[in-house]
């Protein structure tokens, strides 16, 4: 299917059609034209009124069958696009839902894809059902009598049997990851930007035959396997990639996901080194907020600048000196080439073992028990008994969150021991 890219944004803010353009080739698109405007953003087309004019040409003149936004389109803005153009018109957030639909090989990712598009659905209904009701144009189906009220009513029923299944395989994946505890794996996750070669490594660290694909989020399903070197085992987690304005609802579907990050123990922030310096720096906040907004942001990391194999000794040094104050603990490493992997496992190794053990015993109150609850997310319980009327806890962590254990305890008049 032939695709018209469109980008509008304000002077001083970068172009990411590159980018939009590798969203669109992921999905399938061919890319037969571009158009880029600098402006602030026209309340009924997102781009000028002008603009819409040379879009309608360009579509004519190409055979374009779609034209994609990579702006978020209101429902008004999208109406109007599709009636000046004649053919279907996406925005940045439906086109990645549309590459998560062709990716999602597992029973819960086709489920929190559905969600998210339910999601998104319920937050147009109105205003969709509305425009429809006289005309139907490319993208907006017709929907016959339907009302507002009984339309979002039909979408709201799909959504809660959606969540009743998730529910079902959260509650089995929950069971999974305490027996894992109990069997004393400590489970280790990759994360990063989509494409950074985080199934490379993971294939390269577990001898496993993973997808690896050049296109954007080849993984959707977290894959999990035992690793074991210098005589240690670990749980290998990898998990989905990060990408700049990832839609908060597609976070919030995938959470389930996602939160394999929360769990883990060490997080190894995967990074193309490869890529120029300015977008190195670009995805390297991107991963770290996305990893805040997952709260994970307390876990040790470990930075694998991947791809050395396709920079010179010269080229390296430039980049590690302008990025060292923005990653934690870095290992120059190729997954392709398997360049510097017994590094990379020295430094896991390294950091693990540097847990600390402690314990506590705190007494019984309404303020104590969200605090044992977040004990259990952060840090390794090896004991935990509950007495008359306080509770004995020992723990293993890393120990920067052992300090905040023992601060904690204090200021509930526990005692830490």
């Excluded at 529910?167 to 004393?184: S, Y």
């Excluded at 990379?344 to 019984?364: A, C, D, W």
């Excluded at 300090?403 to 830490?416: A, D, H, P």
Aim: glycine share 4%; charged share 25%; hydrophobic share 40%.
């Amino acid at each position: 299917m032939k695709a018209v890219l469109v980008q509008r944004r304000l002077n001083r803010e970068a172009s990411t059609l590159e980018e939009l353009k590798a969203l669109a080739q992921s999905a399938g698109y061919t890319i037969v034209g571009t158009m880029e405007q600098t402006r602030r953003p026209d309340a009924r087309y997102q781009i000028g009124a002008g603009k819409v004019e040379e879009l309608v040409t360009l579509v004519k003149d190409t055979g374009a069958n779609k034209v994609i936004f990579d702006n978020s389109l209101r429902t008004l803005q999208n109406y109007n696009l599709a009636k000046a153009t004649k053919v279907e018109v996406i925005d940045r957030f439906q086109l990645i839902l549309e590459i998560f639909v062709r990716r999602a090989t597992t029973i819960e990712a086709q489920l929190q894809i559905q969600l998210a598009t339910l999601q998104n659905e319920l937050r147009h209904a109105r205003e969709k059902v509305r425009l429809c009701r006289g005309s139907e144009q490319p993208g907006f189906m017709g929907l016959g009598v339907y009302e507002a009220n009984v339309y979002r009513d039909a979408i709201k029923l799909q959504v809660q049997t959606i969540l009743k299944k998730l529910v079902a395989i959260r509650t089995k994946r929950v069971l999974q990851r305490e027996r894992r505890t109990e069997l004393g794996f400590l489970p280790i996750s990759l994360a990063g930007y989509t494409s950074a070669g985080k199934s490379t490594l993971f294939n390269a660290l577990t001898q496993a035959d993973n997808q690896v694909d050049p296109s954007l989020f080849t993984t959707l399903s977290t894959t999990t396997r035992i690793i074991e070197f210098l005589n240690r085992e670990f749980l290998l987690i990898d998990t989905v990639g990060f990408i700049d304005r990832l839609p908060i609802s597609l976070i919030e579907a995938f959470h389930s996901t996602l939160e394999e990050t929360i769990y883990s123990k060490l997080i190894i922030l995967v990074i193309d080194f490869k890529e120029p310096l300015e977008l190195i720096e670009k995805k390297i906040n991107i991963c770290q907020d996305t990893i805040n907004q997952l709260g994970a942001n307390d876990i040790p990391q470990i930075t694998a600048l991947n791809k050395i194999d396709c920079l010179s000794p010269e080229e390296i040094q430039q980049k590690l000196d302008a990025i060292k104050n923005k990653i934690q603990n870095p290992i120059l490493i190729s997954a392709k080439k398997h360049t510097n992997l017994d590094a990379l496992k020295t430094q896991i190794v390294r950091m693990l073992e540097n847990y600390v053990e402690g314990s506590f015993s705190l007494p019984l109150t309404a303020e104590s028990m969200p605090f044992i609850s977040w004990v259990h997310e952060k840090a390794e319980v090896k004991k935990e008994e509950f007495l008359d009327d306080h509770v004995e806890i020992k723990f293993e962590v890393n120990p920067q969150i052992a300090e905040q254990i023992r601060r904690k305890v204090e200021k509930l008049n526990g005692k830490n021991t």
